[in-house]
Nanobody
């Protein structure tokens, strides 16, 4: 089993910034991509940003232009720099890691793992 741990959430004012991090408990050899998702109260979970092993970055519509995803594969850590935060960004932010289903040494893992989430609250 792989443990995903998010950190960096908090309560901030509109217009401020936060930097979230997510670390996997295993090295990144079998991780094909990591992503940030968020779920606001009463809403569906939505994709915020994804970063692949090759550093391709994909952003959800709500994040584009304000958020920046990055990673340090040596640390099995993904970051989300969140700028110009708005009250609409209030949600629990979850990290996700997808694992290679092909390589034999990677089949010990489930296809994906989720963290417990970190709360981001933006007040106005």
């Amino acid at each position: 089993q792989v443990r995903m741990v998010e950190s960096g959430g908090g309560l901030v004012d509109a217009g401020s910034s936060l930097r979230l991090s997510c670390t996997a408990s295993v090295d990144s050899t079998c991780i094909t991509a990591m992503g940030w998702y968020r779920q606001a109260h009463g809403e569906e979970r939505e994709m915020v940003a994804i970063i692949t092993y090759a550093d391709r970055k994909i952003y959800g519509e709500s994040a584009r232009g304000r958020f920046t995803v990055s990673q340090d594969k040596a640390k099995s850590t993904m970051y989300l720099q969140m700028d110009a935060l708005e009250p609409e960004d209030t949600a629990v932010y979850y990290c996700n890691a997808a694992f290679d289903p092909v390589l034999k040494t990677c089949r010990q893992y489930e296809p994906e793992y989720w963290g417990q989430g970190t709360q981001v609250t933006v007040s106005s």
